[in-house]
């Protein structure tokens, strides 16, 4: 028995794992001998003081926001992308190598083959995992969580040898991209690049896709009923392969907007773990592209104020991963009571 009204307890689950996650915060933030109320502020307030804040909460939000869409198609068809870290990094790599290629030439076809490079690098990577579980039926959940580990070990392998700059005094990292291949600022004076468009693009697309696309509606069958799908004649074979291509692809546009865009160059540490946090946006924003854009933000919030945390009140980094954490747990069990009303059942003592 719900207890939630049905239509509101989409909306007020998300709402009100926000409001534990904070008070969790607060908490924690005590433990630690801080004040909670300044935490807090520094945490989600301090963040949006000033243009610039908005203009990274911007930056912030459009890798979160790519990922985050594919996951969702996915989880829609029952197709569990736990690995968009690993295809945020092969598409970095994908596109980074193209652009360290075809850069110095300049042109205008440069940018457009960057970002088809890394499109196709995290898509390719997402393959690897669509292969696996279609012909050898291994769960994508295992097998593009682990291909995200090796993707991570290939790019520090990179930049540490065939990729490293002759000029970098051995720092472990590519030469600066060429400016040819970098993607432009929005706005004067500001980080956040026109890879922040091709995310908000991302979302009347995927709503399109969802709901009023014939393939839209058969991952909906195939996620919610697979055996109607079979005796329907819907592919669940192809729907794994849709679904990792495309969140792969999306995935491996985020990389290398990422590297074309605030960072300029490949690194080890490219990601400060936005495929992973793209898992819990997903579902924060109900699998439902504009609920997504909401829940990057909030996201993307976290990110800003985890390192204004460091700064004033010399808070590790693992803090917000904790409040990241919190969030997701107490999502879940939101979702929970809203399905199921908790009772205490008094056993019968047996005479």
């Known amino acids: 028995m719900a207890v939630l009204a049905p239509v509101l307890a989409p909306v007020l689950a998300p709402v009100l794992a926000v409001v534990l996650a904070a008070l969790g915060a607060a908490l924690l933030f005590a433990a630690l001998g801080r004040d909670p109320l300044a935490c807090l502020h520094t945490l989600f307030i301090a963040p949006l003081a000033d243009r610039n804040g908005w203009s990274e909460l911007a930056l912030k939000a459009t890798p979160l926001l790519l990922c985050a869409i594919g996951i969702a198609v996915g989880v829609r068809a029952n197709v569990w992308n736990i690995g968009a870290e690993g295809q945020f990094t092969m598409g970095a790599i994908a596109g980074g190598a193209t652009a360290l290629v075809l850069g110095p030439a300049g042109g205008w076809y440069v940018l457009p083959l960057v970002l088809l490079a890394g499109i196709a690098g995290g898509a390719a990577w997402g393959g690897v995992a669509a292969l696996l579980r279609t012909r050898f ?28 700059d002759p000029e970098g005094f051995n720092f472990p990292q590519s030469r600066l991209f060429d400016p040819s291949a970098l993607l432009p600022a929005l706005f004067e004076g500001g980080r956040v690049t026109v890879a922040a468009v091709f995310a908000v693009l991302t979302v009347p697309l995927g709503a399109l896709l969802l709901g009023r696309t014939v393939m839209g509606y058969r991952l909906r069958v195939v996620g919610l009923a697979p055996g109607a799908a079979r005796y329907a004649g819907f592919s669940e074979r192809g729907a794994v392969w849709f679904c990792l291509l495309l969140s792969g692809g ?101 005479g």
């Open 137 to 164: 039926n291994a769960h994508e959940i295992l097998v593009t969580l682990m291909l995200s580990y090796v993707a991570i070990q290939v790019l520090g392998w990179l930049v540490r040898g065939p990729m490293q």
């Open 250 to 350: 999306l995935a491996g546009l985020a990389g290398i907007c990422e590297v074309a865009g605030p960072i300029g160059q490949l690194m080890p540490s490219i990601s400060p773990g936005y495929g992973f946090a793209g898992i819990i946006v997903a579902f924060l924003g109900r699998l439902q592209p504009v609920g997504i854009v909401f829940a990057s933000l909030l996201m993307a919030l976290l990110y800003l104020g985890g390192e204004s945390l460091q700064i004033t009140q010399q808070l590790p980094l693992a803090a917000t991963g904790v409040i990241q954490g919190m969030l997701l747990l107490f999502l879940l069990a939101a979702d929970v009571l809203t399905l199921y009303r908790p009772r205490w059942v008094r056993r019968r003592a047996h």
